[in-house]
């Protein structure tokens, strides 16, 4: 042992060994994979290692690198669906043309069905009339009818008739005053005024062509009148008057000839022959008979007048309303 060593003089150096797993390196080099280590001061060999975590150690030289361990990847969550409108059906533009035809066929359709009722009434209701009115035609005027029923009756016309068809229920005077009861008229914007009445019997003496044969003498037991004047022109309103219904049908039935025009005081003679210009109208209701002639108050019989003319069935209409218009007064008495 050599003094001031401590190391025994039998002691031989011995190589060093490679560390397994490193390869030999050049001498006087760290093995391969190592950074070379400082001998420490005053020593052999490297320093002690401090104490400390082992170092991970690589894979012999010549041995495969094992691959990394893949990560695992979560899986990748897909966004919650967003509410999307509900696509909307395609509507195509309406056929205006079509539906206009269609709207027009309708229309059409109703007012059919409203001709249809408004003729069907007046059927039922011409067909009550007719079975208590006898009407007939009118000279250079043709049929003439006069359907309105009586307005101031108060009483329906089906009612209304049988009292005025027999003179035991119809007791109401037969004057002109009454039958007539209108002093003035408006008919088309002309004032119609009534200028002169009588009564006649034997009913013939006021009538010509053939009317008083019509009449007879012994059925009609009076023939009123009443003249009524607008201008020049005239109509005389005429109501024979008969003991029943019978009476009056059978009469009308047979008619011929017109009744005269009533002249007087203020009007001139018009309307006295069947050869003259003048229109006249004639029918029945109850057991009476009512007949109007028209015509002009110049000196020229043969020569129509038309505003008179248009006057004649108002005047008519009116003289039927009177007549139906004695049903109130026989009913109240009943």
């Not at 001998?39 to 690589?58: I, N």
Request: hydrophobic share 35%.
């Amino acid at each position: 042992m050599s003094e001031g060593t401590g190391v025994p003089s039998d002691w031989t150096r011995q190589p060093a060994q490679p560390v397994q797993g490193q390869q030999p390196g050049a001498p006087g080099q760290p093995p391969q994979g190592q950074q070379p280590v400082p001998p420490a001061p005053g020593g052999f060999g490297p320093p002690p290692v401090p104490y400390s975590q082992p170092a991970q150690q690589l894979p012999p030289q010549g041995q495969p690198v094992p691959p990394p361990i893949p990560q695992q990847h979560q899986p990748q969550q897909a966004p919650p669906p967003q509410w999307q409108p509900a696509p909307q059906p395609f509507q195509a533009e309406p056929n205006w043309t079509q539906l206009a035809d269609q709207h027009e066929n309708e229309s059409r359709k109703r007012r059919r069905i409203w001709i249809g009722a408004a003729v069907l009434a007046v059927v039922l209701v011409g067909g009550v009339v007719a079975a208590g009115v006898v009407i007939s035609g009118g000279k250079n005027g043709g049929d003439k009818p006069n359907p309105k029923p009586a307005a101031s009756t108060g009483l329906p016309l089906e009612q209304a008739l049988p009292l005025i068809s027999d003179a035991s229920t119809d007791k109401a005077p037969v004057d002109a005053a009454t039958l007539f009861p209108d002093q003035t008229r408006t008919i088309d914007g002309k004032v119609w005024t009534r200028m002169v009445t009588g009564s006649t019997s034997p009913c013939s003496k006021a009538t010509t062509g053939g009317l008083g044969l019509a009449l007879g003498d012994d059925a009609c037991r009076s023939l009123v009148r009443a003249t009524y004047v607008s201008g020049e022109s005239a109509v005389t309103v005429g109501i024979a008057v008969f003991d029943n219904k019978a009476g009056a049908d059978k009469a009308l039935g047979r008619h011929a000839g017109l009744v005269q025009g009533l002249s007087g005081p203020g009007v001139a003679t018009f309307c006295v022959t069947d050869k003259s210009g003048c229109a006249e109208t004639h029918a029945a209701v109850g057991r009476f008979g009512y007949f109007t002639v028209a015509g002009s108050l110049k000196q020229a019989p043969d020569q129509a007048d038309p505003a008179a003319a248009a006057a004649a069935s108002p005047l008519a209409d009116r003289a039927k309303e009177v007549l139906l218009g004695r049903a109130k007064p026989a009913a109240t008495a009943g």
